[in-house]
Structures are given as structure tokens and as C-alpha cells.
């Protein structure tokens, strides 16, 4: 198993202390710490985290933005630790972005199954978007077979059959995929 990456933003050099212990447990042996939003946004830029906790207010802004900002350019679980009397309007203003609300003072238990739930969901998303991707993959090589067999049907005068025929005998003979001789058909005949 690998060791799991964390990013902890945290105004005080205390609590960051005790968030990184607390995570330490929970199997995160690699994380990078900072008190600074900016930062947070340069340590995004440079590393893929797993997790990225914010423990609310920072020492310049509430923390809130840097959340949605963590939201919508990571993989990584986003979670937001925050007073328990703003809990409700926070949850209301961050869910809509994925991320999570926990309440202070932190129940270790529940801590421990918050982290398990984001670990899972986490996976789930990033196994849907490779997914995605192979799908996309899928499409633009349909795509490039299908123009490959456009063209040897409007220049060399085949039928549809003729043109999936070639393009896979052409692949089988000269040991490549349909998409490289599709590719090469391509290049060929497209001006």
C-alpha cells in the first residue's frame, strides 16, 4: 500500500502539529504543511495530494475560497474543518463542490470514518474518470477509422466494406493498429 499524501492549511503552527499527527494515523505519511492560502494554491500546482484539509479561519481570508479553489483543481478529497456553529452554512455553501464538512472540536472516531469515506469516494471518482477517459479514447479512435474510411471511399472508390477491409489487412500485414494505418490513410489522402 501506498503512503497517502496529505496538504494541511492551518493558521496556527499547533494545530497544524496535531492535524499532521492525527493524519499520520490514519496513513497519511507524507504531508506538506502551510498556514498560507497562497501557498496551498503553489503546492496544488506542484503535487498530486489525496487529501487536502483545511482547518478554518486562516490567518487572511476564511479558507472557504481556497476549498472551492482545492475542489476544482485536484483529485484530491477536499475537507474543511470549521467551528460547529457554521458548520450548517458552511455545509450549504460547499457541498455543491464536493467537499467536506467536519465540525470542531473533532470526534477522532468520526474523523477516522470521514477520512475513510473520502478515501473511498476518491477512488470511485478517479476510477470513473479513467473510465471516462478510455471512452473518449474509444470515440476519437471510432472517429479516425471512420474518416481513414471516408477518404479510401471517396478516392480510391470503395464501398464501406472494402474501405474496414483494407484498413484491417493493412494493420494485420504490416503488424500496427488500425488506428496508425488509419492514421497513414489519413495523411495520405487528406489535403
Known amino acids: 500500500m501506498s503512503v497517502k ?10 494545530s497544524t502539529e496535531s492535524l499532521a499527527q492525527l493524519l499520520q494515523t490514519e496513513g497519511y505519511g507524507d504531508t506538506s504543511l502551510t498556514s498560507s492560502s497562497a501557498d496551498a494554491k503553489d503546492f496544488i500546482g506542484k503535487e498530486e495530494y489525496d487529501l487536502v484539509l483545511i482547518n478554518t479561519p486562516l490567518e487572511s481570508e476564511t479558507g472557504l475560497e481556497l476549498a472551492v479553489y482545492a475542489a476544482k483543481n485536484t483529485s484530491a478529497s477536499v475537507v ?12 450549504d455553501e460547499l457541498s455543491k463542490y464536493g467537499v467536506l464538512i467536519i465540525s470542531r472540536p473533532i470526534n477522532k472516531h468520526l474523523f477516522h470514518h470521514y477520512l475513510l469515506f473520502t478515501d473511498c469516494f476518491r477512488r470511485r ?5 479513467q473510465e471516462n477517459d478510455k ?3 474509444m470515440v476519437e ?3 479516425l ?5 471516408l477518404l479510401l471511399m471517396q478516392c480510391l472508390s470503395m464501398t464501406e466494406q472494402q474501405a474496414h477491409r483494407y484498413l484491417e489487412k493493412q494493420a494485420m500485414d504490416m503488424r ?6 488509419a492514421k497513414q490513410v489519413i495523411k495520405t489522402y487528406e489535403n
Open 176 to 181: 500496427i493498429s488500425k488506428i496508425q494505418v
Open 80 to 91: 474543511v474543518i470549521v467551528q460547529e456553529q457554521h458548520a450548517d452554512q458552511v455545509l
Open 135 to 137: 471512452l473518449k479514447l
Open 141 to 143: 479512435e471510432v472517429k
Open 5 to 14: 499524501k496529505a496538504l494541511i492549511i492551518s493558521k496556527t503552527k499547533q
Open 125 to 129: 471518482i478517479l476510477g470513473m474518470a
Open 145 to 149: 477509422v471512420n474518416r481513414a474510411k
